[in-house]
């Protein structure tokens, strides 16, 4: 156990208090918690890298048709994906609504 292991910590009940929180379930929390939980030094996973990465996931689509439907480059989804650039807060709010409701992507047409 290193130096920053946050041995106490209770993974699902934290977890279930941001996900409501978040309105959402949030799939890489609890992975991110047990990190934290037994010091092991990871990736660090922002907020606009899980909402981007359940949208797309809660679409069902590859990142290329994805990146197609908002009108946005595969290389750029990928630096969101990846935490490497924040999506802009119009694009944070469109995958807000994609997250909660997939279907919308239907009415998107690729550019």
Do not use: H
């Amino acid at each position: 156990m290193t130096k920053y292991a946050i041995p106490d910590l209770d993974v699902e009940a934290v977890a279930k208090a941001i996900e409501a929180d978040f309105g959402e379930a949030l799939p890489d929390i609890r992975q991110a918690l047990t990190e934290a939980k037994t010091g092991t030094v990871g990736a660090v996973t922002t907020p606009a890298q899980i909402l981007v990465r359940t949208a797309r996931s809660k679409a069902g689509l590859s990142q290329q048709a994805f990146a197609d439907r908002i009108d946005t480059p595969v290389a750029t989804l990928r630096d969101w994906e990846q935490g490497r650039f924040a999506p802009p807060g119009g694009v944070l709010c469109l995958l807000r609504l994609i997250s909660n409701r997939p279907e919308l992507l239907q009415e998107l047409v690729p550019g």
